[in-house]
């Protein structure tokens, strides 16, 4: 029934209709899309060097209101993808989507941002979550960023890592 009625609003008003619906649609999506605390510093390719060679972080931006992330590997001409992620703007605020555990279940979790960043740092926590329980990106400057990891369990170790920008 509604269906019907919009198609006869068309009908009747035609293109003054579909620019209203258009306008309306643009101005909730521009203040949907206000976030000013999307850390534009964390796209490109980011290279991280351990033990076991080097793998790498990415991120690009899909959207006004959503990276997407991924961390991978090289080995010959195979890449090994180890995980996805996204930063999406929620109320505002960036919320981080990674994988997760939660008594010892690979969970899909979103980690909201806390007062505790600024324009350098983002710290990301979920309390519901064992590992990573609360992670930062911290911007030492713009081709450098290290990166740390908490779990919910205080007997487990931190893991820390340095980024460095390999590409925009």
Same mark, same amino acid.
């Given at each position: 029934? %509604? ?13 003054? &209709? ?9 101005? !909730? ?10 850390? %534009? ?14 793998? &790498?972080?990415?991120w690009t931006n899909i959207g006004d209101t959503i990276y997407s992330g991924r961390t991978f590997g090289l080995y010959g001409k195979d890449t090994l993808l180890f995980d996805e ?25 979103? &980690? ?29 400057? %713009? ?5 740390? &990891? ?16 390999? !590409?925009?």
């Open positions: 029934m %509604k269906t019907i009625r919009i198609f006869a609003l068309i009908k009747t008003y035609g293109m003054r &209709f579909k620019v209203l619906i258009l306008a309306f649609l643009c101005f !909730s999506t521009g203040i949907y899309a206000q976030c000013n605390k999307m850390p %534009k510093w964390l796209l490109g390719t980011w290279a991280i060097e351990n033990q076991a060679g080097v793998s &790498f972080e990415q992620m996204a930063i999406k703007c929620i109320d505002g605020k960036p919320v981080y989507f990674m994988y997760g555990s939660m008594k010892n279940n690979r969970v899909f979790a979103g &980690f909201k941002l806390t007062e505790q960043s600024d324009a350098n740092t983002l710290f990301f926590s979920n309390e519901g979550v064992d590992f990573p329980h609360e992670f930062c990106y911290n911007r030492a400057d %713009k081709n450098t960023v290290y990166v740390w &990891f908490h779990s919910a369990n205080p007997d487990e170790a931190c893991t820390d890592f340095k980024m460095t920008r390999t !590409s925009y």
